[in-house]
Structure formats: structure tokens, C-alpha cells
């Protein structure tokens, strides 16, 4: 009776292993499991993220795309925008989808290469890595889902048609995703060539040039047409696509050229992302330039360059596959974890890599279906020479790890098989389930984010934002202008374009005209607005020139009461028949004393000194909302006039919304 129980279970748990529905779904019970309460402790995303969410109002607004900045991923978000709506839950189910996405589609391809337990477990390796799911960039891992989808391809379809559609997905992931997949195109496509035409030649294709123009010619056209279509809706066209192209190269240059000289030690002083142009013009002599162009403008600098990314690789390998580096200079530009342990994984990860490689090239022992393990192979190859020119930047390289992982599940593989052993393909369940079940999750309250701080303040400003914004009220397409603050992030995720500019100084309304157009490139941009909210109050501070000085941000004071024109404060008294504030000791002067309701002054009163401070009781509907002291060059910046006190050019400006002192949108006639 125990032996038939024990057979029973035993067969119960060898179905369960070699079941495709238990191991799928439990990668993704995996997946989830360790994302969950990502939407408690991540924040929206700076960086390049909102620009892509820019582009989705775009296409969702005007049906235009940016055929440059990876337009699947642009129309991956307008499609989730047109459903939630709300931009931080976009990002968030993105970020889960595309990660699940990943993890399934890897499982997918290690059971075509693997056995079905050495696939689950490198699957699972996959999935629990921080450095795949809470990528910096959702975007980057999106770009991972096409090569591993043509990984997938390969290993399912052993046929031409399958090389076809391999062929055609390589290009469309170079003109949808990244556009370093183009060099994988072109050289699969000679590869293929030259094999049709020497078996042609040879006699011993099997295929007529029918079958050929239909494998290989079909997928190809279907993508062709994919691809016009996009570009009949890009706001680019070739002459800008190639000057926009080669802009980004050139910035590329520099940024990480600067980058890795200042982690080297190097005297230069900037910001390697806004600034490199003279350290570019110091040791290139020119600001500017190509990959290329600095090869031959001064070799021995980039081959140093090209060494320091070499050096890097190991570091780069470690974080891509454990989430952390031994030690060392950081591989990736953001902050990256440290470990020592991970000396120990890394070398058995090595030595696995390089046992799978002797099992099939010394004792020849074949992997099946070789296509997709060369195809992983040249994606791999691709990436090293990224490494090498780029940075060895985990988020860039996830080809190349989906190959050394799968190559170290063979090494796994051929070891168990070496050992005589079947026991872990039929008793992984055992080990699995309590992996999903005790695995912690990685979002707690102790995470911190890619750029060092914990919480979500810019959701938090996005969220204080958002009803004071309706894109509804601007002509489209609408910029808004901000006088301080980093506004810029969030106006993108309202697909309102917003640029920072310095309007502080006393000329600005004359001068409006003339810095809309620097800001705006010279282009023709009709609708423009200014827009003031009361959170920049805290931290503005006008540029008032050298010869007058720095001035003061302002004072907010806690005031109680008001008495015969004498207002109690929390430290001290305003006395407005003297005309001076009190703070225990000392009499300090009032130039003047401003009411101002509702946006607009309806009471001031002047005093008879030169030098003093201005008090502004700001007010609500005839209630005291704030009482602000501001010095002379505060008091006259077009911040405080234009915002506080409601006083602008009529002539320049039209006033679309004000909700004083909270917020405050003019337009710039």
C-alpha cells in the first residue's frame, strides 16, 4: 500500500514537472509575487521615461509618432494610456506586463533548448534578478521582449520559413526598439544569402525560387509595410531622421566618453551629460563628434576609452546576472549593489559556461537545433562590442545574458546527465513551490529607488498637479512655460510640453517674444503659456545681476490676529500705521504693504522709506491665505507680479485660468 502510494505521488509530481501549464504559471505567480507593492514604493520615472510619454499623447492626440525614439514602445504606452489613463498606473502595469513578459518568453525558449526542469530553473533565475524587472527604464526591457521573441522563433520554426521571419524580426526590432539590431539584420542576411546561393549552386537546395521569395520575401514585406506605414505618421522624415540620428551619436560621444573619464579621475571639471563639449574640445579638438571622427582625431584617448569598458565586463556580467558586483569602479551609470559573494555563483556560472562549450565543441555533442543557439551567439557578440564602446551597462545587455544563462543550463544539464542523476527533473516541484512561496518581496520600505531616496515625492507633485491641469484648456499642441522648479517631467506625463526659462529679471515681459523663440529652436510655436503654481513659491529666488546681489527667497510668517492695523505674528509684530515688522528687538522697515484677493491687489499701503521690505497678505476669497515678505528684487521679478499680484502686460499676456494663489496659467499673446 505504501508503494503504490509512494508510485502514486511520485507520478503525480513527474506530471507535475513535465507539465507546460504548472511551469508557466508559476513563473508567473514568481514574477508577480516578487513585484508586488511595487505601486506602494516606486515613483514615477525622470529621465527619458516621460519623453516616451510625450510621444504617446502625441499619437493618441494628433496620430503622429517619433519614428527615433523607439515608436513600439511609444504605442505600447498609448495603448495602456487609452485604457488607464492614469500615467503612474501605466508605468506601473508596463513595468509588470513587459517584466512577466520576459520571464514567460525566456521560459518559452529555454524548454525548446533545455530540459524541461534545467529550463524552469534558469527561467526562474530570470525572473527573481532586480536588475531585469526594476530596470531604470521600462523601455529597456520592452526592447529585450524582440530579440527573445526571435530567440523563440528560431528554436520553434526549424525551417526556412522560420529563418524568413527571424529575418524580418531583426529588422523590425532595428527600426522599432533599437536600432543596434540593424548590424544582426545585415549579417544574418548575408549568412542567409550566401547559403541559398552555394546550395543553389551546388544542387542540393530543396527549395524553388518560389519557396524562397515566399519564405523569405513575405515576412519581409509584411514588415516593410508595417514600416511605412509608421513613417507616413513619424514627424521626422529621412533628411531629419539621418541629422537626428547622427545627433544622437555625436551626444552619445561625448556623454560617455565624459562619463568614463571622470570615473578614472580625470581633472575635468562638468556635467558629463550637458557639458562634455570641452572636455570634448580638450582632448578631441572639437565639440562634437562621431564614434568615428574621434577614432581618427585622436586613437590612443578612445582605445583608452574602449580598455576601461574591458576592464568593466566582469563587473557588468556579475550585475546582470545577481543583481550585484563584486567590486570595483561601477559598471552601470546609476548606483549598482555590491557583494563579495558574488565571487562564488559568478565562477560556477563560468565554469558551467565553459563545460556546456567543451561538451559541443571538443566532444562534439550536439545542442539539437543549432540556429538559435548561433543566433544567441552573434546577439551576444553584438553586445560585447556595445560593452566596449558603450558602457557594460546591465539594461543594454540582456541578449547577452539570456545567452550565457542559457549556456549555463546546458553546462547544468550535461553535468546532472554526466552524474547519472534524473532525481531533480522529477522532483522540481518540490523545490519550486516553496521558492515562490518564500521568496521576499522586493518592494518594502526599505527600497530605494535608481537615483538614492526612498518614497514617492514626484508622484506626489504629479498627484498635486494633475487637477490643476487639463490638456483640454490649451490649444493644441500647447507649451507651458515654468519660471522655476523642475516641471518639465511632469508637464510630459500631461502631454503638455514644458520648458524651465529665466524670467526673473525686470525686461522679461518685453523680452517674451524673443526668449519663446530660444527656447523653442526659432520654430513658429502659437500657443504659449506661463504657468505659476504655489509650490514654486518656497523655492524661488530671482536672478537680479551682479551689481544689485543675490536676493532673499521669501519669508512666510504665521500671523493670528489683526488689532487697530497691528497684525500678531508667531515671531513678532507687523504694525501697519509705523509701517514696520517687530521681531522682539529690532524694527524692521516696510516699503510697503500689499492686500491682494484672489489674484489681484485691492488695498496697498506705501511708507516713506527708501530701503525696506515689501508684506504681501495674500488672500482667498477675502480669507488670509499666506502673508509673504519679500525684498526689493523678489518683490519686482515677474514671478511675483505676474503670479501674486496679478499685475502683467495686457498687451503680452491674456490671463486662461487663475485659481489664486494656488495656480495661475497665462497666455502669451
Not at 44 to 49: K, R
Not at 214 to 241: C, H, M, N, Q
Request: hydrophobic content about 45%.
Amino acid at each position: 500500500m505504501k508503494d503504490s502510494t509512494r508510485k502514486g505521488l511520485a507520478g503525480r509530481l513527474k506530471s507535475l514537472a513535465e507539465s507546460a501549464w504548472f511551469a508557466y504559471l508559476s513563473i508567473a505567480l514568481l514574477q508577480v509575487k516578487v513585484m508586488l507593492w511595487i505601486w506602494e514604493y516606486r515613483d514615477l520615472v525622470p529621465g527619458d521615461i516621460p519623453s516616451y510619454y510625450m510621444n504617446a499623447f502625441r499619437w493618441l492626440d494628433e496620430g503622429q509618432s517619433n519614428i527615433i525614439l523607439s515608436p513600439a514602445y511609444t504605442l505600447f504606452l498609448a495603448a495602456l494610456h487609452r485604457v488607464i489613463e492614469d500615467p503612474f498606473r501605466v508605468l506601473i502595469f508596463a513595468q509588470i506586463a513587459i517584466a512577466t513578459s520576459a520571464s514567460l518568453l525566456t521560459l518559452a525558449l529555454m524548454r525548446r533548448l533545455l530540459a524541461n526542469h534545467i529550463a524552469w530553473l534558469v527561467a526562474a533565475w530570470w525572473a527573481v534578478l532586480s536588475i531585469n524587472f526594476d530596470t531604470i527604464y521600462s523601455v529597456h526591457l520592452f526592447s529585450a521582449l524582440f530579440p527573445l521573441a526571435i530567440f523563440l522563433i528560431a528554436a520553434r520554426i526549424d525551417s526556412i520559413y522560420g529563418r524568413g521571419i527571424v529575418l524580418a524580426g531583426l529588422l523590425l526590432s532595428a527600426a522599432l526598439v533599437r536600432l543596434e539590431y540593424g548590424a544582426l539584420f545585415v549579417l544574418w542576411l548575408l549568412l542567409f544569402a550566401s547559403y541559398e546561393f552555394y546550395a543553389y549552386l551546388k544542387k542540393q537546395s530543396r527549395h524553388s525560387p518560389g519557396t524562397l521569395l515566399v519564405a523569405y520575401g513575405a515576412p519581409l514585406l509584411l514588415v516593410f509595410l508595417v514600416l511605412g506605414f509608421i513613417y507616413t505618421k513619424s514627424i521626422y522624415r529621412y533628411d531629419e531622421i539621418v541629422k537626428h540620428l547622427e545627433f544622437k551619436q555625436t551626444l552619445n560621444v561625448g556623454q560617455v566618453y565624459a562619463f568614463n573619464r571622470r570615473q578614472q579621475g580625470d581633472p575635468w571639471q562638468g556635467n558629463y551629460w550637458t557639458e562634455y563639449q570641452s572636455l570634448m574640445e580638450r582632448d578631441f579638438g572639437q565639440p562634437e563628434m562621431t564614434f568615428s571622427q574621434a577614432m581618427r582625431l585622436n586613437p590612443r584617448a578612445m582605445l583608452g576609452h574602449f580598455w576601461w569598458n574591458i576592464k568593466l565586463i566582469p563587473s557588468g556580467t556579475q550585475l546582470a546576472l545577481f543583481s550585484h558586483y563584486a567590486g570595483g569602479p561601477n559598471p552601470d551609470y546609476i548606483r549598482a549593489r555590491q557583494s563579495p559573494l558574488v565571487w562564488a555563483p559568478f565562477l560556477a556560472v563560468l565554469g558551467l559556461c565553459l563545460f556546456a562549450a567543451a561538451s559541443v565543441l571538443i566532444k562534439r555533442r550536439s545542442t539539437g537545433n543549432a540556429f538559435p543557439w548561433l543566433l544567441m551567439l552573434s546577439a551576444a557578440l553584438l553586445v560585447v562590442g556595445l560593452m566596449i564602446t558603450q558602457r557594460p551597462r546591465p539594461s543594454y545587455m540582456f541578449p547577452y545574458t539570456t545567452f550565457l544563462m542559457a549556456l549555463t543550463g546546458l553546462g547544468l544539464q550535461r553535468l546532472l546527465q554526466s552524474m547519472r542523476t534524473d532525481l531533480l527533473a522529477s522532483y522540481w516541484p518540490l523545490a519550486g513551490i516553496p521558492i515562490i512561496l518564500f521568496v521576499p518581496f522586493y518592494y518594502d520600505e526599505e527600497y530605494t529607488n535608481h537615483y538614492g531616496y526612498k518614497g514617492q515625492p514626484l508622484l506626489e507633485s504629479y498627484e498635486r498637479f494633475a487637477p490643476l491641469i487639463d490638456r483640454t484648456d490649451f490649444d493644441s499642441p500647447a507649451v507651458l512655460l515654468t519660471p522655476e522648479g523642475d516641471y518639465e517631467i511632469l508637464c510630459d506625463y500631461f502631454g503638455v510640453t514644458c520648458f524651465e526659462m529665466e524670467m526673473e529679471s525686470r525686461d522679461a515681459v518685453e523680452r517674451m517674444p524673443e526668449l519663446i523663440a530660444d527656447y523653442m529652436d526659432g520654430q513658429q510655436v502659437k500657443n504659449v503659456y506661463v504657468l505659476y503654481l504655489d509650490e514654486m513659491i518656497s523655492t524661488f529666488t530671482p536672478t537680479t545681476g551682479q551689481e544689485t546681489g543675490d536676493s532673499m527667497g521669501y519669508v512666510e510668517l504665521n500671523c493670528f490676529s489683526r488689532l487697530n492695523d497691528v497684525i500678531t505674528c508667531s515671531d513678532g509684530t507687523i504694525d501697519l500705521n509705523r509701517g514696520v515688522m517687530n521681531d522682539g528687538s529690532v524694527d524692521i522697515p516696510l516699503r510697503a504693504a500689499l492686500f491682494v484677493n484672489d489674484g489681484y491687489v485691492v488695498a496697498r499701503k506705501d511708507f516713506a522709506v527708501e530701503h525696506g521690505y515689501y508684506l504681501q497678505i495674500v488672500m482667498k476669497q477675502n480669507k488670509v491665505n499666506m502673508i509673504l515678505v519679500a525684498d526689493e528684487p523678489l518683490f519686482r521679478s515677474n514671478f511675483n507680479q505676474q503670479y501674486l499680484l496679478g499685475n502683467y502686460d495686457r498687451h503680452t499676456f491674456s490671463e486662461t485660468y487663475n485659481e489664486s494663489p494656488v495656480v495661475r496659467i497665462l497666455q502669451v499673446k
